[in-house]
Protein backbone atom coordinates (compact mmCIF):
# COMPACT_ATOMS: atom_id res chain seq x y z
CA UNK A 1 0.00 0.00 0.00
CA UNK A 2 1.69 3.17 -1.08
CA UNK A 3 2.11 5.84 1.54
CA UNK A 4 -0.76 8.25 0.57
CA UNK A 5 -3.38 5.33 0.45
CA UNK A 6 -1.77 4.57 4.39
CA UNK A 7 -2.35 8.05 5.90
CA UNK A 8 -5.61 8.53 4.35
CA UNK A 9 -7.19 5.91 6.20
CA UNK A 10 -5.37 6.71 9.54
CA UNK A 11 -8.27 8.79 10.63
CA UNK A 12 -12.13 9.22 9.61
CA UNK A 13 -10.86 12.52 8.09
CA UNK A 14 -7.16 13.08 6.65
CA UNK A 15 -6.34 16.32 4.65
CA UNK A 16 -2.99 16.59 3.24
CA UNK A 17 -1.94 20.13 2.88
CA UNK A 18 1.22 22.82 2.80
CA UNK A 19 2.49 25.04 5.83
CA UNK A 20 2.05 28.58 3.33
CA UNK A 21 -1.46 27.20 1.43
CA UNK A 22 -3.90 29.43 2.87
CA UNK A 23 -6.86 27.41 0.87
CA UNK A 24 -5.79 24.81 3.43
CA UNK A 25 -6.07 27.01 6.22
CA UNK A 26 -9.62 27.75 4.86
CA UNK A 27 -10.32 24.01 4.63
CA UNK A 28 -9.03 22.63 7.91
CA UNK A 29 -10.78 25.70 9.46
CA UNK A 30 -14.38 24.76 8.06
CA UNK A 31 -13.52 20.63 9.16
CA UNK A 32 -12.91 22.13 12.87
CA UNK A 33 -15.35 24.02 12.67
CA UNK A 34 -17.86 21.52 12.11
CA UNK A 35 -16.03 19.38 15.04
CA UNK A 36 -13.51 16.86 13.13
CA UNK A 37 -10.74 16.39 14.38
CA UNK A 38 -8.55 15.68 10.98
CA UNK A 39 -5.73 14.23 10.65
CA UNK A 40 -3.39 17.15 8.89
CA UNK A 41 0.02 16.04 6.97
CA UNK A 42 1.74 18.95 5.71
CA UNK A 43 3.84 18.24 2.75
CA UNK A 44 6.61 20.69 2.53
CA UNK A 45 7.71 19.47 5.98
CA UNK A 46 7.49 15.78 5.11
CA UNK A 47 10.62 14.43 3.80
CA UNK A 48 8.28 12.27 1.69
CA UNK A 49 6.11 14.86 0.86
CA UNK A 50 7.26 15.43 -2.72
CA UNK A 51 6.96 11.76 -3.52
CA UNK A 52 3.26 12.06 -2.05
CA UNK A 53 2.22 15.27 -3.75
CA UNK A 54 3.17 13.79 -6.93
CA UNK A 55 0.55 10.63 -5.83
CA UNK A 56 -1.73 12.98 -5.16
CA UNK A 57 -1.43 14.68 -8.28
CA UNK A 58 -1.41 11.56 -10.23
CA UNK A 59 -5.09 10.85 -8.17
CA UNK A 60 -6.71 14.51 -8.88
CA UNK A 61 -5.81 13.86 -12.70
CA UNK A 62 -3.32 17.69 -11.77
CA UNK A 63 -1.23 18.25 -14.76
CA UNK A 64 1.86 19.70 -12.79
CA UNK A 65 2.54 19.80 -9.45
CA UNK A 66 3.54 22.99 -8.90
CA UNK A 67 2.58 24.47 -12.22
CA UNK A 68 -0.56 25.72 -13.28
CA UNK A 69 -2.30 22.76 -13.27
CA UNK A 70 -5.20 21.40 -10.49
CA UNK A 71 -3.49 21.84 -7.07
CA UNK A 72 -2.51 19.12 -5.07
CA UNK A 73 -3.27 20.45 -1.69
CA UNK A 74 -5.40 20.78 0.03
CA UNK A 75 -6.80 16.91 -0.81
CA UNK A 76 -9.43 16.14 1.80
CA UNK A 77 -9.73 12.41 2.30
CA UNK A 78 -13.07 10.84 4.32
CA UNK A 79 -13.15 7.35 5.04
CA UNK A 80 -10.35 6.68 3.38
CA UNK A 81 -11.63 8.12 0.20
CA UNK A 82 -10.35 10.89 -2.01
CA UNK A 83 -13.20 13.53 -1.66
CA UNK A 84 -10.86 16.48 -3.64
CA UNK A 85 -9.91 20.03 -3.01
CA UNK A 86 -10.98 23.17 -1.66
CA UNK A 87 -13.61 23.88 -4.52
CA UNK A 88 -15.05 20.06 -3.62
CA UNK A 89 -15.22 20.31 -0.32
CA UNK A 90 -16.98 23.79 -0.21
CA UNK A 91 -19.15 22.64 -2.84
CA UNK A 92 -20.31 19.52 -1.09
CA UNK A 93 -20.79 22.12 2.31
CA UNK A 94 -22.76 24.47 0.78
CA UNK A 95 -24.98 21.85 -0.80
CA UNK A 96 -25.85 20.26 2.84
CA UNK A 97 -23.54 17.19 1.60
CA UNK A 98 -20.48 17.64 3.55
CA UNK A 99 -22.21 16.59 7.20
CA UNK A 100 -24.10 13.67 6.37
CA UNK A 101 -20.69 12.63 4.49
CA UNK A 102 -18.44 13.02 7.88
CA UNK A 103 -21.37 11.38 9.98
CA UNK A 104 -21.13 8.46 7.91
CA UNK A 105 -17.55 7.95 7.55
CA UNK A 106 -17.46 7.77 11.79
CA UNK A 107 -15.64 11.73 12.12
CA UNK A 108 -18.97 13.79 13.51
CA UNK A 109 -21.14 12.03 16.27
CA UNK A 110 -24.29 14.29 16.34
Do not use: I, Q, Y
Amino acid sequence: MDRVARLASERAVVVFTASNCSMCDVVTSLLGSLGVNAAVHELDRDPRGREMERELARRLGAGAVHGGGTPTVPAVFVGGDLVGGTNRVMALHLAGELVPMLRNAGALWL
